[in-house]
């Protein structure tokens, strides 16, 4: 069974802080990606992953870092948080051949005060 | 960009009834991919479809490139059905392997006793 893991699921954070969300998979998976939801915008996508040591920029990448460190983990760290950010995110995983079903965690709930 | 026009943006239905969700694109799309939202705020996998219809118990889903659409039909609903249903569509590459998911905003299902 497919397995990606996301921590915190929920955050709260402070205007200027540092936010740091956790992306594990079991699937070994190539490709991972990042996005965010809000109401009335579906998902978008913010980084993406080819690969350790990968990260490409999303749709909306302003106001984000993603980092790789190793084929199951994907960060996505917002180093000055801000009010606009406050949402859900989403990890996927996607081994980008064939039939590419992306899989998703949980989402986390992070709430930027 | 790539858009993706989900519509109806909410329905309820009753139980033992049937409707369908669709999503059309802006431009040609390699395939898509359907999810529920489920009351925890996970995502579940549902179809992915590159052509053609596919079907699993009370739900399929069509896809048709060359027109442009998909439609995800429900019959026979019931309670644990509602959620937030979400399309999502997957651009034609031009290099690489990456797929690139493109979301609908979501269509809100409630079903009522």
């Known amino acids: 069974e497919a397995a990606v893991t996301q921590s915190p699921r929920n955050k709260v954070a402070v205007t200027g802080g540092k936010v740091t969300l956790s992306c594990n998979q079991t699937n070994n998976h190539n490709n991972m990606y990042w996005y965010r939801q809000d109401t009335g915008h579906g998902l978008r996508l913010i980084h993406y992953?080819?690969?350790?040591?990968?990260?490409e920029k999303g749709d909306i990448p302003d106001g984000y870092k993603a980092s790789r460190p190793s084929q199951e983990n994907f960060s996505l760290i917002l180093e000055l948080a801000t009010p606009s950010q406050t949402s859900v995110y989403f990890c996927a995983s996607g081994d980008g051949w064939g039939e590419d079903t992306q899989y998703f965690g949980p989402g986390t709930r992070l709430l930027v005060l | 960009g790539d858009q993706v026009e989900q519509s109806p943006s909410a329905l309820s239905l009753h139980e033992g009834t049937g409707s369908a969700l669709r999503c059309n694109f802006t431009?040609?799309?390699?395939?898509v991919q359907w999810f529920r939202k489920n009351s925890r705020g996970s995502l579940i996998n549902l179809f992915y479809l590159a052509s053609g219809t596919k079907e699993n118990g009370r739900l399929k889903s069509a896809f048709d490139s060359k027109e442009r659409y998909s439609t995800l039909h429900i019959r026979d609903a019931q309670l644990e059905d509602s959620g937030t249903y979400f399309c999502?569509?997957?651009?034609?590459?031009?290099?690489?392997?990456?797929?690139?998911?493109?979301f609908g905003a979501g269509t809100r299902l409630a079903v009522c006793p």
């Open positions: 431009t040609t799309m390699r395939a």
């Open positions: 999502a569509a997957e651009g034609f590459l031009l290099s690489g392997s990456f797929n690139k998911l493109t």
């Open positions: 992953s080819y690969g350790a040591g990968s990260t």
